[in-house]
């Protein structure tokens, strides 16, 4: 067995996973063949099997192999490959069409993978791929700048915590929310001011901020106008699919329509105070990833683990993630070092 693979959908998402043998895929000329040494979860990954992806045309046919993130090393590369070569330590976000990383070796397009950092583990890096790069399309849509101020709910979460490091790396003003035990390390990370949500509401503590990170969607997304300033942003990676993103997921015009429906009062209220609004997927490529080497190179960004399991134990993992506690990111050790 050299695979975590889901079998089909439900909402028992557990009773979908199973523990398989994966064929190895065909080595394509712009393709590197690795081999994973840890894989990085993340909530995209279970939430898929709930079949949430089928609205976006976006869910792979099963069986398919669990996972977008993974650190290894080079076997072999393809005949146009020029910037890699067998032993080269790598981290990659996979596109949707090479999805599996939770498996013994994984076939990635090489515009998809960048170096390793050198001062962390491989462990660290494969939690770092898909946050480091959503959280970079992100901030760089309204251009955070010195002196702004932002808040990024969530910050003891895999995107936020590494949203926190990032913001105060560009120089700006950071307001999180967190839970009681989490909110000293959470300002070991550099925020401004922490709000326990047990024990305070930040639409108290909140207000005219520049931008508001919404990682959490639903009530937070309409909150966030309160609290961000006229003429202010806001950008969501769970909150409502504006009409630009479905077009760059090339959703039919009927769900962009029925989206639009279900969206108009939210922009409305935006609209009355000149926000702008963006959700954000991940575009992942080698040149981000080789940005978010550099912060981690510099010491301006460190890796979050919490907790990591072996691969036999990757759907214990998975029932972790969904918890919501992590501090941080889950990891899968494939093949340890």
């Known amino acids: 067995m050299n695979a975590l693979q889901v079998s089909g959908y439900g909402v028992n998402i557990l009773s979908k996973l199973e523990y398989a043998a994966s064929a190895e895929k065909a ?17 995209i990954d279970y939430k898929m099997i709930y079949g949430i992806m089928r609205i976006v045309g976006k869910d792979p046919l099963p069986p398919y192999t669990l996972g977008f993130d993974l650190a290894g090393i080079v076997l072999k590369k393809g005949l146009n490959v020029t910037d890699f070569a067998p032993g080269d330590e790598v981290y990659s976000k996979v596109p949707w069409e090479q999805i599996g990383t939770v498996c013994f070796t994984a076939v990635v397009r090489a515009d998809m993978v960048a170096k390793k950092p050198k001062n962390i583990s491989f462990i660290e890096a494969s939690g770092l791929p898909l946050v480091g790069c959503t959280v970079f399309n992100s901030f760089q849509l309204f251009n955070l700048k010195p002196n702004s101020s932002i808040l990024i709910h969530a910050g003891s979460g895999g ?23 989490n909110v000293s390390w959470v300002k070991e990370l550099g925020a401004d001011r922490v709000i326990d949500y047990k024990n305070e509401d930040y639409l108290n503590v909140v207000q005219n901020v520049d ?9 937070y997304t309409r909150e966030a106008i309160k609290v961000v300033k006229k003429g202010g942003a806001i950008v969501s990676i769970v909150g409502h699919h504006d009409d630009e993103t479905l077009k760059q997921l090339k959703v039919n015009r009927l769900v962009r329509l029925l989206f639009k429906i279900k ?11 000149n926000i702008r609004y963006k959700h954000v997927w991940t575009y992942p490529c080698k040149q981000t990833l080789d940005s978010i080497t550099a912060l981690i190179e510099k010491g301006h960004i460190k890796p979050i683990v919490d907790r990591v399991y072996a691969f036999e134990k990757s759907v ?3 029932s972790y993630l969904r918890t919501n506690r992590a501090k941080g990111k889950v990891i899968i050790d494939v093949n340890k070092e």
Not at 211 to 217: F, H, I, P, R, W
Not at 263 to 273: I, Q
């Open 263 to 273: 969206g108009a009062f939210l922009l409305l209220r935006m609209r009355s105070k």
């Open 159 to 181: 995107i936020g915590s590494f949203a926190i490091q990032y913001a105060k790396y560009l120089g700006a003003y950071v307001y999180t929310t967190t839970s009681t035990n």
């Open 316 to 318: 214990e993992a998975i």
């Open 211 to 219: 931008m508001v990170y919404d990682t959490l969607g639903g009530k």
């Open 27 to 43: 080595l394509g000329p712009n393709d590197v063949m690795i081999k994973v040494v840890a894989a990085g979860l993340n909530p």
